[in-house]
């Protein structure tokens, strides 16, 4: 019986040991951390490759470590993360195929093996490479800088991240459209490399990098490396001051021109603003570029290219260089309101700065159309703020009641963007709700050429709290069928503790906007703005705006915009809020503006009432109303409250305190009526 028993029992240690396969980890320091973190695989410096303990690993991090060689590493077959950084690695061996993130930093690598069909990222940055093997299709961001590269592969499409300064890089594959500059994550950053040309611009470049040419074959002068053509569709606009389509020292590039796509049946595929130049990067296709001039002071010069030039971009010759537009200034004039803009807080007792841009149109774009036209440029401001003084450097109005207005000799001498800016300050029973109202109007209109732009109308809020990343939008409230401008104004401000180098502005505009109207208003500083369907792209390269301890006013930028709705807009609201990216930092989500469509019993007498005051407002509760004839009784007043959709949500006798708390959160309209007449209509909002 007990030799039946030793018997069964070397039968179960021979199947166990048939049953486990070891391999050899000839790195001592490996097989230390092995030991170390998955002693039940270990015998020695040998492995059980058929332990769960090994083949059921998802994460491995070596780094500083000392190990010179990984082998063993490839036995992991569901291993998702590998950091090996700083060790003393020459190479890998073969990598586990469920591998998505590969560390390999800081190490002597010279090589790296096959990578693996499912990475995501790789972190290959302060080795020795001169290569990389084939980037696998998942692959989103690359870091490979400090290097000694030569080239780099194929970028997969869906790349979003790549930084590889500091290599040997003389010519780079395309640069996927996906990338983006996201300080926060990963930099775009292809600086300190020998190349003298791009293959394509893209809207994560720096200015300086887009002041790199287009690659073109041949061309030994911009491309002394012999890079392959660039692909895309590039162009500049300028004043042709002698009028023969040439682009000649002391000719003007076009500033704010906007440039529309088309493809070939006439669909609209995007815009992009002008500065030095302009850039659609499309791939082989037909295609019209077009220069928008509607309403514009210049018209387009010559006939090719002219105002609407159709480009072909061949699989075999995807790039066109050169579709400039030549223009000239149209003829007679055209003087007009370009924006009215507030920057500063709009709180009662606190100042704030009122700009009015107008004059000239011409300079909007660079140029000088008008010279010789003298009238007027006159605004009236309505609401709850007092005029201080005009800012430093801008005209001393003429001031009658809440009138401001300018006498201009010769539109052509002003400065249209600084001389008509006012210092107001804000009521301090001013309430949240409560609009300043700004009307503007430029003569003379007789023989101008555009008298649509000759009158603008802008209003902005009174706020109760300080945010100084928001959205706003004007008009709030519409009538059914609208479809006029909607102008959206995103204001920003850096509230950290140094420069922002860089800022990008991300807007997905409502389906309910139609792109193809967009119009660029005014801004702070240079950008470069991207319109691909309804997806806004605004970047200010290079800003270097300063933070708000060192400079409070230095440090506020903003972008105003306009943008018209499609038609059949009705019983709706259109919404919209922006990401601010501040370099390194994570995205600010801004507030969502929003645009509603009112009855118009609802909007008739909106924003314009001083005869009562609601309070507080906002509220969660209950609101009190004022009124501002104490002597009338309450029999000859009734109150009527209605939402955003004009619906009417009570109807009652005045009373001074009215309980709110039973309703939704949102925006309501609280209407006063003496004996059924409306006497106006103002703003609640329920917390």
């Known amino acids: 019986m007990k030799k039946i028993v030793t018997l069964l029992a070397l039968i179960v240690c021979l199947a166990n040991l048939k049953a486990q396969t070891y391999v050899t980890i000839p790195d001592a320091n490996f097989v230390t951390w092995l030991q170390t973190n998955i002693p039940s695989a270990m015998n020695g410096n040998q492995m059980d490759i058929t332990s769960p303990a090994i083949t059921s690993q998802t994460m491995i991090v070596v780094s500083n470590q000392n190990i010179s060689d990984l082998t063993g590493i490839e036995y992991f077959t569901s291993l998702l993360y590998l950091n090996c950084e700083n060790n003393s690695l020459t190479g890998l061996p073969i990598l586990p195929n469920s591998l998505s993130t590969l560390r390999c930093a800081y190490n002597q690598l010279v090589t790296l093996p096959t990578l693996p069909t499912s990475l995501t ?18 692959l989103q961001w690359l870091r490979c800088y400090f290097n000694q ?116 049946s006439n669909v609209f595929l995007g815009m992009t603003n002008t500065y030095s130049s302009y850039f659609f990067n499309d791939t082989s296709g037909v295609y019209r570029v077009v220069l928008d001039t509607v309403n514009k002071p210049y018209a387009v010069q010559c006939i090719n290219p002219g105002i609407d030039s159709l480009v ?25 309101v370009q924006s009215i803009n507030r920057t500063g807080f709009v709180f009662p007792g606190l100042t704030h700065t009122l700009t009015v841009v107008a004059g000239d149109m011409s300079l909007w774009n660079n140029l000088v159309c008008n010279a010789g036209i003298g009238g007027t440029v006159s605004f009236s401001v309505n609401g709850p703020v007092s005029y201080v003084v005009p800012l430093a450097g801008a005209l001393t109005p003429n001031v009658t009641g809440n009138v401001y207005t300018y006498t201009i000799a010769n539109f052509g001498t002003i400065d249209n963007f600084t001389d008509f800016r006012l210092a107001l300050t804000t009521h301090t029973n001013a309430q949240v709700g409560d609009f300043i109202c700004v009307n503007a109007t430029v003569t003379p209109v007789n023989g101008d050429n555009v008298p649509s732009n000759n009158v603008l109308e802008f209003c902005y809020p009174v706020v109760n709290s300080y945010d100084p990343n928001i959205k706003e939008v004007y008009p709030v409230t519409v009538q059914s069928n609208y479809n006029d401008w909607l102008t959206y104004t995103i204001h920003f401000q850096n509230t950290g503790n140094a420069p922002a180098v860089n800022i990008r502005l991300e807007d997905d505009l409502d389906s309910k906007l ?12 240079y950008n470069i703005l991207d319109v691909k369907g309804n997806h806004l792209t605004v970047r200010f390269p290079n800003i270097q705006l300063v933070d708000s301890t060192t400079d409070r006013h230095g440090s506020i930028g903003f972008i105003q915009y306009r943008i018209k709705p499609n038609t059949g807009w009705v019983n709706d609201t259109i919404k919209n809020k922006a990401s601010i990216y501040f370099d390194y930092n994570a995205p600010i989500i801004t507030n969502t503006a929003k645009s509603y469509i009112l009855m118009p019993t609802a909007v008739k007498e909106l924003y314009k009432v001083n005869g009562f005051d609601v309070y507080p407002n906002p509220s969660s509760s209950a609101i009190h109303i004022k009124i501002a004839d104490g002597s009338i009784t309450s029999k000859t007043y009734s109150i009527k409250i209605m939402d955003v959709l004009g619906k009417e949500i009570l109807t009652t006798n005045y009373k001074e305190e009215i309980n709110i708390s039973n309703l939704e959160k949102g925006i309501y309209f609280l209407s006063v009526y003496q004996n059924k007449a409306l006497i106006g209509t103002k703003k609640v909002v329920k917390e």
């Open 514 to 525: 139609n792109p193809e109207t967009f119009q660029v208003m005014n801004y702070s500083h």
């Open 149 to 264: 590269l030569t080239s780099l592969p194929v970028l997969p499409v869906g790349l979003r991240g790549l930084d590889c300064h500091n290599n040997n890089i003389s010519c780079f594959p395309v640069f996927p459209e996906k990338l983006i500059s996201s300080p926060a994550i990963q930099p775009f950053d292809i600086s300190s490399n020998p190349f003298t040309c791009l293959p394509n611009y893209i809207l994560a470049m720096d200015n300086a990098t887009l002041n790199y040419p287009l690659c073109i074959s041949g061309n030994t002068l911009t491309n002394p490396n012999g890079c392959g053509t660039g692909k895309g569709i590039t162009g500049i606009v300028f004043h042709d001051l002698n009028s023969d389509c040439v682009n000649n020292t002391g000719d003007l590039l076009i500033k704010n021109g906007m440039v529309k796509l088309y493809n070939n």
């Open 121 to 138: 990222r790789l972190y290959c940055q302060n080795n020795s490479l001169t290569s990389l093997p084939s980037l696998p299709n998942s």
């Open 312 to 336: 072909t971009l061949t699989p075999t010759y995807v790039l066109e260089d050169s579709v400039d537009f030549a223009v000239i200034c149209k003829p007679g004039f055209d003087v007009g």
